[in-house]
């Protein structure tokens, strides 16, 4: 199954409008979790998890059941009867009004066309494709915690970014106004700058926004009503990932839990064609029974009985073979879905390597590029205190560094959501 995260640009955070702004006074703080907290409350909370859990409750008891056809039934009864006219009693020797019986019978199917075994291979598969489906799951899950957890954080170093605007800002307009009352700069430049500075403001605001509304995304994630957000300590840093792409492809293929799901309902769907076609065999049952019958308690009278009992069907209205159809029906319905899944996830795999590999590369970049605006910005300060750059130069090399700032944090999103999906396709963890 593809797996469809839908992720909200970063970049955007800071450009549009939201709810509330930070915290407001009075308000108690927000309690902090880690990442492992966030998912271990998600994992305990979310209702596809626990639907799938179920799923797998039922494939087990249907095992169970499939074991217990190779197991006798037993059953023990017993009777009063009391009859306003007299009659022969269970033993045809008396004439009575009144009897007890008690009788134990027990049962066995002796051969049943194979149907038991293949009934156990398909139930044994069934449980197997219901636990990857869990699994795949409860990977699932972590990745939408996940995916919310690190945009939260991404929110709060954006909010970081634009605080660090603003206090650049402010020290322009204090230096511009310096040089207007010094009769070196115009009121042009002056008014430029407050107008960077409310700018910066306003994008401040809006950060502060993104980052609230963060909190309320996460929450409901994990399930929960109370503002929950990341610890101080969670960032977006970025570690060499361990593998190749063919390495985590044959990792995928070999036991991502979409794969594994479906490789185990064609098992499954195979079992039950073996099933259907053993109503073409004849099946062998025996039975035993022990009675007991008088006209007192308790009764003493005893007899025992012993039937086998054989069955060939001839011809049952085509329904063998509309059943042994149906099973093959669905048996090639279950490997296209497998050959499916097995396409997507190598698709995926892929997409998710390559977000990870630009990411990193991305980074990289993104921190040169930091470097390099902050010292173009500094060149332009003192470009434009000796008079050979303009408020223009200023403001672009402002929206440069700004714009590097927020670049690097989306690299490093990018970075952790790829990764987050990598784990979701192969069913563990690559962290460890």
């Known amino acids: 199954m593809r797996l469809a995260v ?18 407001e006074p009075g308000q108690q703080p927000l309690r902090r979790v880690t990442l492992a907290e966030a998912v271990d409350v998600a994992l305990r909370n979310n209702p596809a998890l626990q639907q799938s ?35 022969l009693d269970a033993t045809g020797q008396a004439i009575v009004q009144t009897s007890y019986t008690a009788q134990l019978i027990a049962s066995i199917n002796l051969f049943e066309g194979l149907r038991r075994f293949s009934e156990l291979d398909r139930t044994k598969h069934e449980v ?59 009121r042009s430049d002056l008014l430029r700058s407050q107008v960077d500075l409310n700018d910066a403001k306003l994008g401040l605001l809006n950060a502060r926004n993104a980052a609230r509304t963060s909190t309320f995304g996460l929450a409901e994630t994990m399930g929960i009503d109370e503002r929950v957000e990341p610890v101080a300590e969670a960032t977006l840093e970025i570690e060499p990932l361990p593998f190749q792409r063919q390495e985590l492809e ?18 499954a769907a195979k079992a039950g064609v073996a099933s259907a076609r053993s109503a073409y065999l004849p099946t062998f049952s025996f039975t035993g029974s022990w009675d007991w019958a008088d006209t007192e308690f308790p009764p003493s009278n005893r007899s025992w009985s012993v039937r086998i009992i054989g069955n060939y069907p001839l011809f049952n209205g085509f329904q063998r073979e509309s059943s042994v159809s149906r099973a093959r029906a669905q048996a090639d319905a279950r490997a296209a879905s497998e050959r499916a899944a ?91």
Not at 6 to 23: D, G, K, N, R, V
Not at 369 to 384: C, H, I, K, P
Not at 401 to 424: K, S, T
């Open 250 to 267: 044959r990792i995928a293929l070999a036991s991502g839990p979409s794969v594994v799901s479906a490789r185990e309902g064609t098992a």
């Open 53 to 87: 859990a179920s799923d797998m409750q039922v494939a087990r008891a249907n095992r169970t059941v499939s074991y217990g056809n190779f197991l006798p039934n037993i059953s023990l009864g017993s009777g009063y009867t009391n009859s306003s006219s007299a009659r």
């Open 128 to 186: 197997a494709a219901e636990q990857a489906s869990y699994r795949q799951s409860r990977f699932e899950t972590t990745l939408f915690v996940k995916t919310a957890y690190y945009n939260s954080v991404a929110s709060r170093e954006l909010v970081r970014v634009q605080e660090e605007r603003v206090t650049r800002q402010e020290d322009q307009l204090d230096f511009v106004r310096q040089r207007v009352s010094l009769g070196r700069a115009t």
């Open 342 to 432: 097995e396409l997507a996830i190598r698709a995926d795999v892929d997409a998710a390597y390559s977000q990870i590999e630009t990411a990193q590369a991305g980074v990289r970049l993104a921190e040169q590029n930091v470097d390099l605006t902050r010292e173009d910005l500094r060149v332009s300060q003192q470009r434009y205190r000796l008079g050979v750059a303009t408020i223009l130069d200023l403001q672009s090399a402002q929206i440069a560094l700004n714009q590097a700032e927020v670049d690097l944090i989306v690299r490093r999103f990018d970075y952790q959501i790829g990764l987050a999906r990598l784990e979701a396709l192969l069913g563990q963890s690559l962290r460890d």
């Open 6 to 23: 839908t992720l909200t640009s970063l970049a955007l955070l800071s450009l549009t409008p939201f709810a509330a702004a930070a915290q």
